[in-house]
């Protein structure tokens, strides 16, 4: 089943920042989004915030935990 929820951790990873840089940008796509603090940040949302292309980072997502 593909993911379609992003952690600190898989931004860390994709990216290339550390864990809190990675931590603070989830945050601030949660804010974007218009979530609560702790509700789960989509793909989608990451990706809208960022630019980056929600096709490459979800194969990558289910690439790295397949």
Known sequence: ??????????????????YDAAKRLVRRAREAAGKPAGALVSVRDFCQLTGLDEGEVSEALNRKSA
């Open 1 to 18: 089943m593909p993911r379609i929820c992003i952690y600190p951790k898989d931004v860390a990873q994709l990216t290339g920042r550390s």
